[in-house]
């Protein structure tokens, strides 16, 4: 192996601790409110209406589940991507393709479109989805790369 390898081996690019960082943060916010939603805080919860609290407490034990691995995985995967370990890339993809299964029961099976209101919940959770797949895909690339071991 030549020394250039070893050395791009060994340097994580400046971009690896920003996107790093901002995706800690935003999965920081989803686990705030993933926590908040299941520990009922009353000063959180203020916002919704009885409604959509009643839709939010109804979610079945799985959906609960399916949240919980979305939320913590995508945290947990962005630790993995600060710390350049490659399991942050399958980490990532669980941590995604849970949160498909939530939203599908969110917005499919239940009646999340009208309970949150229409459109707008539906293109937050999209831009949630677009930013887990872009994350998944860097944490992928990075991998390839070496970046991450």
Do not use: C
């Amino acid at each position: 192996m030549s020394e250039d390898a070893v050395v791009r081996e060994q340097r994580a690019p400046w971009h690896l601790w920003v996107i790093g960082i901002v995706v800690l943060l935003w999965d920081l916010m989803g686990a705030f409110d993933y926590f908040a939603t299941q520990t009922q805080n009353e000063s959180y919860m203020s916002q919704f209406t009885p409604e959509q609290l009643e839709f939010f407490y109804g979610f079945p034990a799985w959906v609960v589940a399916t949240w919980a691995i979305a939320v913590w995985g995508g945290l947990l995967g962005a630790v993995f991507l600060l710390l350049r370990r490659k399991w942050a890339e399958p980490v990532l993809l669980v941590s995604l393709v849970a949160m498909v299964i939530t939203s599908f029961h969110n917005f499919v099976l239940a009646d999340g479109w009208e309970m949150m209101g229409g459109v707008v919940p539906l293109l937050f959770t999209l831009v949630i989805f677009l930013v887990a797949v872009g994350v998944w895909l860097y944490a992928r690339a990075m991998v390839q790369r070496g970046v991450l071991r």
